[in-house]
């Protein structure tokens, strides 16, 4: 029922969702957003950044393809979001990968409070301390239990953690939940997992329970993904085809029943 | 007649179009030059880019995520174009969402002949100094006429401001036509409006008569949109539905009769 | 027999494919790479721009945008590519447009090696010295003969020069390839030359001959869009077909013999 209720909200209140994002899925992002019934706005030079989270009611931060310009355009946003109270979501793609990325996201979670962090196993892993391997935006083998290491990491920073996978993972210092929608198919094309984050934000915007905020906005990204993959097993039909449900699913046809499960 | 005469010219002359634009729809504007059948090129260096506008027939600026790099090559650029005497659209994507935008434009605007200045109403109401609102980049609410406006600004510029929206208005300090053309469904993805600007920017390389070539470019986009409209309603397959519209148009078997009407 | 089977390899070694390339089409580089079965990875800061290439088994560069920043990345990256025994192969975009995209591919084969050279017959020509014209990203007229050229450099460069075109045509100093596979489709949508020289690392990545591996990457890419063009002739709707072709080939149901002809 609340997974649906937020999703009208997303539609009547069209929230404005700042990006400051990856070079390669950053029309993927602007059109989820849309898809989703809420207005994208991306802009990232630092002159403006800061001004442009003030008239926004999230911001969705993405390292896929970082530069020290850019990081100190999300370090303003990310500021500016924390005095204005709007979420602040971060999608740790690679980090772990270089010592850049792992140094940057450090660096935002010493600095501000990011109030949604997202990674795959292998990314949060290595946020985390664990020993994992990520290949660029892959995740590789990991030494330990990622999911334990994600609770023990949002004690510590006081916020929602989302690992994606075959089985999303969403917990807070007081909760976890998992989320059991998706396919295969979200697999096999670049910039799923940007989307995810973007929509996240999207229903971060409107309801301030972040954790199940991000469940619940993981589920009915999930739903339009199998959705979509009833339609086409071809990977780039299926993007698009994802990303047309993501436009139609109003959460009523589409039964949420047994997705978000709460779990240790 | 004349409309379908200048996609004929397009398709004959292939005329090169410089564009500096954003890095959200950056390929949509590549794509939709090269469907109406003229040849894109992007070109952002400052090292470069009045160089490459001087191989250029037109050069399309678009400020959808603007840095003060670019903003200077968009000067260098625009100054070549105008020594060269090809002419220069400006998208002004945002103007009025953050000073630095608006700097910007207003900024180009002094420094340079730009010859069609787009945007939607909350845009071009905000550069003609009306109170209007600017949601990123979503047009809000707006104290005034942004057609009055817009003539008013056409005159004290001396060149075309094109107002983008359901019915779109195009005008210079001698006329003004209404484009009565387009469909809803153009304004439930991302990128269409800054592919309006490109073939904007096509038409304008083979005519010499801005406010006519710019009209007759929302003309036959506009038709593309209402054929692909046609086909499909869900937004990411309406959207490569018209780029292929695009390619395929030729004028004649669309009626553009009634399309373009001369107004106040 | 020896193409189906660096496909094979391709898809159980999924090499990652570190990309510094253009923000026109570096979502669909990534994409091709995917869709070939290895892992995409960009990054272009100079900070991590070495270490990434140092996890990777490919370095693809593409100078479309251009900028001083990026190409000290390229060189940075290409010093360690060489030091680490993996290909580098340059997509030399524009060679010839604008004398920082010439000087830029000097710069770049005098400093590093680069494996595999790649452009359409224009920018090969201009490269190897010939009077050619490059009308932005697109071959113009040439004075002389682009194949003898290219072998000429090649014996100079000492490495694998690709020339893209109706007939792609391969050569090192030893031997020469001329691939006959692809369609006219290929040509009418922004974006498929790009991704040639991604799918060529994704080759060079499991096979040290490296002008065998870039004959059979094109020859495998050519089917791909002999298959969509079979399904289609609207440029858009081609694109994603000729992605998904790449995700579905096996080189088996596609014969390739005849494909890749030996040639002076």
């Known amino acids: 029922m609340k997974t649906e209720e937020l999703l009208l909200k997303i539609r009547e209140q069209k929230p404005l969702v700042h990006h400051i994002t990856n070079w390669v899925t950053i029309y993927d992002c602007a059109q989820a957003i849309r898809s ?29 393809t970082l530069t020290t310009p850019l990081l100190k ?29 792992s140094e940057a996201v450090k660096d935002l979670l010493d600095n501000s409070k990011i109030d949604v962090l997202k990674g795959n196993a292998g990314e949060i892993s290595s946020i985390a301390g664990l020993q994992a391997e990520v290949r660029g935006v892959e995740s590789g083998t990991i030494q330990g239990d990622p999911r334990s290491a994600a609770k023990e990491l949002a004690k510590k920073l006081g916020n929602t953690i989302v690992i994606t996978g075959k089985e999303d993972f969403v917990c807070n210092q007081e909760k976890a939940y998992a989320v059991k929608a998706g396919h295969e198919m979200m697999g096999k094309v670049v910039g799923t997992g940007c989307m995810a984050a ?3 934000g999207a229903f971060c915007a409107v309801e301030k329970d972040y954790a199940f905020a991000s469940a619940a906005a993981l589920a009915v990204y999930g739903k339009a993904g199998e959705k979509a993959a009833a339609k086409t097993k071809r990977p780039m039909e299926f993007k698009h085809c994802l990303m047309d449900e993501l436009n139609e699913i109003d959460g009523k ?6 997705v978000i499960v709460a779990t240790d």
Not at 83 to 99: Q, R
């Open 36 to 64: 989703i019934g809420a207005l994208p706005v991306m802009a990232h030079a630092e002159e403006e950044a800061a001004e442009m989270t003030g008239i926004s009611s999230a911001l969705v931060l993405n390292i896929g």
């Open 198 to 200: 973007s929509i996240i």
């Open 253 to 258: 046809g589409t039964t949420m029943e047994g």
């Open 73 to 101: 355009s999300m370090h303003l946003s990310a500021k500016r979001a924390n005095e204005k109270g709007i979420p602040v979501v971060l999608d740790a793609v690679g980090a772990g990968a270089t010592p850049m990325r």
